[in-house]
């Protein structure tokens, strides 16, 4: 079957660093995206991994390890507009490449 | 102008009617999705179409239909609303390039309740 994993909620303090993991099995792995959705809002594309190692894209990093079937976003220099709720999603093969998502990490970035 | 729109925005319909929700691109994709969120569940892909004569159901395609318009416009339909339908539908867009179509660009929602 196919499952991913993520933490439902995490908090942070203003101007720290705050990592949000994610696990995944599943069949025709490809890759992993990251997306922040604010309040409801639509979801914005953040970042992507299709070998392993980190992409950094400003603030934002994401990281990938296949053999572990694990990855993780890295928010760094945290602000109050940080405060969204975050999801991961596998791109597989055997699905024409469509992204399935995990159930998202709400962040709460405090003073 | 927004690239991913969605109509209606908000909609209450009653048990047992007939819904469409439509969305329209202007970024020339060939690629949409049909997603639905609930409060806790995430997002579930419902259908998704590579172009105008391939549709495939997603995880959640039961009680749901689609149409392929044209190249810019996919419709989501509920043949007979039901409560548990209950949610905020997105409509998503992304480039057939494999090396790019991860990136997809998300319509501004409908959030439709069913009574």
């Known amino acids: 079957g196919q499952s991913l994993e993520q933490p439902s909620e995490v908090t942070a303090v203003e101007g720290a660093i705050v990592q949000i993991n994610c696990t995944y099995q599943?069949?025709?792995?490809?890759?992993l995206s990251w997306y922040q959705q604010h309040d409801g809002g639509a979801p914005t594309f953040l970042s992507y991994?299709?070998?392993?190692g980190l992409e950094e894209t400003g603030r934002f990093s994401s990281f990938l390890s296949r053999s572990d079937s694990y990855g993780y976003l890295l928010l760094q220099e945290l602000q109050m507009k940080d405060s969204a709720s975050y999801f991961c999603?596998?791109?597989?093969?055997?699905?024409?490449?469509?992204?399935?998502f995990g159930k998202g990490t709400s962040l709460l970035v405090t003073p | 102008d927004a690239d991913v729109t969605q109509t209606p925005r908000n909609r209450i319909t009653k048990t047992g009617k007939r819904i469409m929700l439509e969305c329209s691109q202007t970024?020339?994709?060939?690629?949409m999705y049909w997603y639905r969120q609930d409060p806790g569940l995430g997002l579930r892909l419902i259908y998704y179409s590579f172009d105008v004569k391939d549709i495939n159901k997603g995880e959640i395609s039961d009680g749901y239909s689609v149409s392929r318009q044209a190249q810019a416009k996919f419709s989501l339909s509920l043949e007979s609303a039901i409560p548990n339908q209950t949610a905020l539908y997105f409509c998503?867009?992304?480039?057939?390039?494999?090396?790019?179509?991860?990136?997809?660009?998300f319509g501004p929602g409908t959030r439709l309740t069913v009574t």
């Open positions: 991994n299709a070998l392993d």
């Open positions: 998503a867009t992304s480039s057939n390039d494999l090396e790019s179509s991860h990136e997809q660009y």
């Open positions: 599943t069949s025709g792995f490809y890759g």
């Open positions: 970024k020339g994709h060939d690629r």
């Open positions: 999603a596998v791109r597989r093969s055997n699905s024409g490449y469509a992204l399935n």
